[in-house]
């Protein structure tokens, strides 16, 4: 297995986000389940953390600066 940034996994987590809310969506429309549409929208909520931790990650790979020597990890 290649040794990929953990960037790299952050961005295919808030990929599979949002794949997970369109297709949990489009199967409320086909189906009008309710339930399946309160899925997709706590689906939202893997989102938003998906992008935290997008942030969380690039901003850790900073390199040192003058306020922070040692690095942003
Ligand atoms: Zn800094």
Do not use: Q
């Given at each position: 297995?290649?040794?990929?940034?953990?960037?790299?996994?952050?961005?295919?987590?808030?990929?599979?986000?949002?794949?997970?809310?369109?297709?949990?969506?489009?199967?409320?429309?086909?189906?009008?389940?309710?339930?399946?549409?309160?899925?997709?929208?706590?689906s939202v909520v893997n989102l938003v953390a998906?992008?935290?931790?997008?942030?969380?990650?690039?901003?850790?790979?900073?390199?040192?600066?003058?306020?922070?020597?040692f690095g942003h990890r």
């Amino acid at each position: 297995m290649k040794n990929r940034s953990a960037r790299f996994y952050t961005l295919l987590s808030v990929g599979a986000a949002v794949l997970t809310i369109l297709l949990k969506t489009e199967a409320y429309l086909l189906t009008g389940s309710v339930g399946l549409l309160s899925d997709a929208a706590e689906s939202v909520v893997n989102l938003v953390a998906a992008i935290v931790a997008t942030w969380a990650v690039t901003f850790a790979a900073k390199p040192p600066d003058d306020e922070h020597a040692f690095g942003h990890r």
